[in-house]
């Protein structure tokens, strides 16, 4: 079936613009989460959406970033007033969260470069 | 919270060899240990992983060893490929509760023909 997808998978923006960045999990399952992976590095966790729960923010680097998750599917990672430390590749993951499989399908990223 | 720490960083082998990979993590209450590749430009792959609850998994020419006691757990490659190439990330969580993953460093891993 189709796998996590994310747009747009390329962004360049100027320092000060506001971007929003979406994802589609896969269908059916309960749990999202967005991942920040910086050039050469490894992956940071943003915050991550279960079901009806609020959202685990505890990974947000600045009150500059939000996500929201609308009607328990799309997900869109909003980045105000961006700095060019903001450059990196968004992923995002879901994970249907069954006992015995905890596994999280990661979408391609978008790779966001700020000017 | 969470720390896991991933050497080597980078790892050089001749095609064929065996390529080991080791992470450490700091939460006991950890039981979930995924490890994933990911090709250059491309998204990270869960490629094997394991619970706390079994000390040894192996999938053909991948297993992963966990050691509860000490806090780490390792990722073996036999008779590597140069399509084995890519980076290998480990990661930890408490499973079961959908929390989010804390991933290693990352492991640069290049198989030369």
């Known amino acids: 079936g189709a796998g996590v997808s994310q747009s747009p998978s390329n962004k360049v923006t100027e320092k000060g613009k506001d971007v929003e960045l979406r994802c589609d999990p896969i269908?059916?399952?309960?749990?999202l989460y967005w991942y920040r992976q910086s050039l050469g590095q490894g992956l940071e966790f943003l915050i991550y959406f279960q079901g009806n729960s609020a959202p685990d923010k505890s990974g947000l680097p600045s009150d500059r970033f939000s996500a929201e998750r609308t009607g328990g599917s799309v997900s869109t990672l909003t980045i105000q007033r961006t700095q060019q430390e903001d450059s990196a590749v968004y992923l995002c993951?879901?994970?249907?969260?069954?006992?015995?499989?905890?596994?999280?399908?990661f979408g391609p990223g978008t790779r966001l470069t700020v000017l | 919270g969470e720390n896991v720490e991933q050497h080597p960083s980078t790892l050089s082998v001749q095609e064929g060899d065996s390529a080991v990979i080791k992470c450490t993590y700091s939460d006991s209450a950890s039981n979930y240990f995924p490890w994933y590749k990911q090709e250059l430009g491309k998204r990270p792959q869960l490629i094997i992983d394991i619970r706390s609850n079994v000390g040894e998994k192996k999938d053909q020419r991948i297993a992963v060893t966990l050691n509860k006691t000490a806090k780490h757990f390792s990722l073996h490659i036999t008779e590597t490929q140069p399509e084995d190439s890519a980076v290998y990330f480990c990661?930890?969580?408490?499973?079961?509760?959908?929390?989010?993953?804390?991933f290693g460093g990352g492991t640069r891993l290049m198989v030369k023909p």
């Open positions: 990661a930890a969580t408490v499973g079961y509760a959908g929390n989010m993953l804390t």
């Open positions: 993951a879901s994970t249907k969260l069954l006992q015995q499989s905890d596994t999280q399908y």
């Open positions: 269908s059916g399952h309960t749990a």
